[in-house]
């Protein structure tokens, strides 16, 4: 039994938490990670991080939402892999804005949406801005973040020390991927199945239809070789450290080393 | 690893399952039962019945719907309590209507949908009938269906043996989801917390806002008195047992046993 | 002229009694009933005993809503029959809601939707939560109720003395509602075409797109024979005095037979 | 029994009619028409009028929409009164898009809208253009129409002969529509209140939130002096004539005095 | 660089403004206007007649809205023409609805819609509606406008000196728009193409799908024939002055004449 | 008059060009830029853009859409500032699709959306996949961009000749936008009021509600100094030639310099 996670707790734990602690609500998606990571890279690496960001700070994680906005094919290959299965931008938003305001109205003042899947982002955001829009206290506050603009330069550095770095978005079951899911479910890693396929041009545009001949076929949009449990604990545990600090100073945390 | 858990899988070893596998979508909630169960009793049992399911015919279970619509106070205790998180009913309609789309897209014709929440049947059909209607066709076929319209009489009659049964509707955190949890998650269950409490009449009514004074403190409808893990036991395989049977005509299963 | 009926009613009248007296709304459908029963069934029913109840407590009855959610083959027997007409839940959701804010604004406290169709009832409950979950007050206070909650089990005993009680759910164009509509509308029915025809088995789940074999091609679920107007008087009067019972109870009425 | 109205027919009959019939939908409104009409004015024109027209063309009606869309100050009096029961627009589309949707599902191949209600027009026609915007074919046919566009001049005169005629939008439960309840449905007009009030000058402009000093307080936009049965007949007999013969035109019919 | 368009306003000068003056947006539509008018028509004299009001009293011009509901063949061609951009219902409510709440929220007291595409006209009144109708104050105050009913019979009487004046509605791309385009942008004016076709009847029905004949081949519902400059300039500075009057006397302004 | 855009062609020319041209919808917002810029830079940069474009291939211009979705502290200052005007999401979805859905209707097969405001990306994208999702031809296509992908890294070290460039998030109201205005609409530009402001920090997440205090007052993300018309050509000319090599080699355009 997880003693922060609210699926395990029963009511009577979870409404002694909400005056004093942070809720965490992780975000995945169930889309495909090429032909070596499960299709729940995203909610898994969305879980584990939370879970880790709560060894830290007094938090309850909620439920993960395990289906996310329509993967793009610049940054996640796209709609026309099987497995990949994408919700409705105005589902997402209402999906997240009603399971916001059942936080709020539990009486969460913190509430911190972690997200694993860029594609996301806008409706995230937008859910929470329908809430809070209009609110003119500080308080309840909403922080939405993501693990890959919280990883440091340094680190970039020694994580991309034999392949080249072509930016987050084409990180999508490569390298970075590949090296968190190797250090947080290595069971779930076919290692022998590990492509060294990329996508030649940076996408500067979109197209619909999504085009079937831009991305490698195996749905990976840069290569994966080089991947390791190592280097994937080195981002894991920068997201964590900065994410935790970020918290700590945007809820007035004065000590969150102290988990309850 | 779970060989048959869609998120564990890679959208290879998905897309060559679609043709001649059974998808399962289990459906939970986050609502409270009782100061003795966790607030992801429904889910848990959705989850873990649909891998019994799983083990006698060859399928596919997709990540489980972790929210689902709101609590009643006549069958889950309504929305007062703190932990229940209610979905609105175009949420859930919209969620669900989008992934079926996406699994028929993907080629599915055999879909299950596996629920453990009363309250969401209405919307999960209604997901189901705004994709299908107008088909005119037998496949793509979907099936809905719960685990408590599927225990037989018999079994009632053991379950109940030392408390009376009084519906369905009314077991909500008591007797029969206790033994269930307690078989299927005894880790999860506080069984020092078990309550004796109960709703004095059924309700005949629906009223809004929801009563703050019918349902009892505790969020049980029932008592729990009696409940145990063989109970549990009784009920979870005469369910997953008729579902097999039921699945098995529904989408002419030759050979149920044969799991891939 | 019905003094009671709101479209008959001049705006000044109506205007008089939102301080006084109960709103009822009634609920309806238009559903095939057998090759014996009209399409409005439903509509009738519900318009009539609201009638009736009025008799009893000082209300103003709405104009009925003639149009209800999607018949389910298990409990109307679903979208393939010609004459039902089927709104989607969203749509009733907001006629529901737009109509009740309406009767909120004009200052009603007490207010009661009657519906005699069983697939409106998660989607009205929907409307009415969604107009009041947030309320922190008694009233306005809305109660939804049906008839076939609100018979009594001896009236039940007295009505299936020939042939047996399956369920309300197969009651559908079946004895009660035969027997009802004898008493009620009697110049509607059909009576030399009243069928003997039964659904074999009770259906424990639900199946998109409709099955075209499991509903009797009659339309009806159980037998109707052995309906009689007198048996239709025993539900009704049954039913409207328990309903009576709860709302003098649930809005506090001290004298339910002064009607106005 | 009324051999034509849906409601009262059994669904073999209503099903015989689809491919031969025109199927009416009559759309009325709940709301305020002065000290002397009732709040069913518009539902009830629209319904007796569409019955006069169904003794001369073969046609099914279907129950009638008793709620539309908001009451406007300008042509109905606006929000403000009392017992005026306004849909959103979004609804009203929606209910009468799903209401054709099935028909159409239903083999009707001629449907006819017969509106009562000035301010339903322009979202009973997003509802018909929604289904056929993309339809090449010329069947199946929507036709909408109201009774004041449908009145020949010369009529005009005639009922207008002791006071001014300021416009259809002014004739609120003025001289045209009380003339015409005092024909169809006499023993519900309060000839004893028959108010003398008017609208000062037409309104150009439209004002949100409405005015609460424009529209007399009767709720009258302009004077009901002079109304009389014979009035109405002549108004509901012309509006008739000239319905029949356009449907007769735009559904092809034949010998439009042969009904059924 | 014109000081009283908002999108060449800073937001220091905008946001200055929003406490004395009035906030004027314009709507249009992109919509055929024949083989002589330009497709922007109704866009470009909803903005040059909201600068020459601009010019009398105290405002600020919003961008003009330039996509408007669906045209419809009795008043505006209907949408089988090429360039005829419609938009659904709610979405011209939604966007017009989001627009003024943004208008709100910076603090305009005194917001004026002008409109010039008839068919606008429910759905910006309903989006209106939504903002407004349960504010009990008189202010915020939204007055929305047109041209065609702010000209005087006098002008009319001058204007149709040649030609017959049939209704504002038959006046699509015809005397009147053409007039006003040659006053307001003579050079968008093929005035060798202007043609001399009209629609034979005044629909008084609505047809769904469109009808493929009512129409002139043209786009022209009456004759644009005796147009002119002039005429044009007559139509104009009569609705200018009309409008000016009705928003000095609506938002109580003292001086119109003064403007910033 | 310009000969290619939709607003100043009859629908006759413009009916004519749609089987050989491309069609060019640009889309802007309504949003704050600085004390120095007017609150129309992104719609004038998309609409000025656009013609660059259109001078270099076949092409005709919608109308563009003026207002985009929500300001965000980080790429645009975000909400708190008066004279940003914000669309939902859901609207702007809805907005785009319908326009879209009336092009593809009038027969365009290739559609180019140009974008210059950050914030509307994921809504746009939106509203195209919801078209043309489950389209299995190539054509109709459309094409989505926007300028600041598709500025080469010479020209960013070039126009980032004196201060840094620190991301184009950070660019709103700042140098880039700044120059690009002083080379496309020099009037509007108050040259005195250029603001030498900056962001601290790039924020690595989303805070709701909205913070007061990260954004400079003058609502600018980073510095403007150094801005010139200079710079603003070579970005321009950048993003023009870019755009149209890629629309030539997406739509396959042989010869893009021949314009009709």
């Known amino acids: 039994m ?28 169930t889309e495909q990670h090429g032909p070596h990571l499960p299709l729940g890279v995203d909610t ?36 026309l892999f099987s497995g990949t299965i994408d919700l409705n931008g105005t589902t997402l938003i209402d999906l997240t804005r009603d399971i916001l305001d059942e936080f709020l109205e539990d009486g969460w003042k913190k509430i911190f949406i972690f997200n694993a899947h860029y594609e996301n982002e806008a409706f995230l955001a937008e859910a929470a801005d329908l809430l809070l829009r209009k609110q003119d206290t500080e308080y ?61 041009n940076l996408l500067t545009i979109q197209q619909f ?10 749905g990976c949009l840069n290569t994966a070789r080089s991947s390791s449990s190592k280097k994937g604990q080195l981002l894991v545990e920068d997201a964590v450290n900065k994410i935790v600090t970020i918290l700590s100073e945007e809820f007035s945390l004065h000590s969150p080393v102290n988990v309850n």
Chains 1, 2, 3, 4, 5, 6 share one sequence.
């Open 209 to 218: 239809p999504p085009s079937r001949t831009i991305v490698p076929a195996s």
């Open 2 to 29: 997880n003693k922060n996670r609210m699926e395990q707790m029963t009511w009577v734990e979870y409404e002694a938490s909400t005056t004093e602690k942070i809720l965490i609500l992780p975000v995945g998606s």
């Open 140 to 200: 309840p506050k909403i922080i939405i973040a993501n693990w890959w603009d919280n990883v440091s330069p340094e680190i970039v550095s020694q994580v991309f020390n034999e392949v080249a770095f072509r930016g987050w978005a084409l990180e999508h079951a490569a390298l970075a991927e590949t090296s968190m899911m190797m250090y947080l479910a290595p069971e779930l890693v076919r290692e022998d199945l590990i492509p060294d396929d990329r996508i030649e």
């Open 44 to 79: 898994i690496i969305a879980t584990e991080i939370a879970s880790l960001v709560a060894e830290q700070i007094p938090a309850v994680i909620a439920p993960t939402l395990s289906y996310g906005y329509k993967s793009q094919p610049s940054s996640g290959g796209g709609p």
